[in-house]
């Protein structure tokens, strides 16, 4: 789905009672966010959008590392 390098992140924006993630990474040029839940048998996607402007400055902080 995403093209090159990705990072994923622990969400915990909400106390939601499951453990969720936040992945971000580029498609199409444009950086995005996809939260999503894993367990054993899928993964499961919350949402996915654009990435905000924080979420791309982590994105490419991380990517340089």
Do not use: W
């Not at 992945?23 to 054993?40: Q, W």
């Not at 949402?47 to 791309?56: G, L, N, Q, V, Y």
Request: hydrophobic residues 40%; charged residues 30%; glycine residues 6%.
């Amino acid at each position: 789905m995403f093209e090159g390098v990705t990072f994923t992140l622990e969400y915990d924006r909400f106390a939601c009672g499951e453990q969720r993630f936040v992945t971000l990474g580029l498609l199409a040029g444009i950086p995005v966010s996809i939260v999503h839940i894993e367990n054993e048998h899928e993964i499961r996607i919350i949402s996915f959008r654009k990435a905000t402007r924080r979420e791309t400055q982590i994105y490419f902080d991380e990517i340089k590392n």
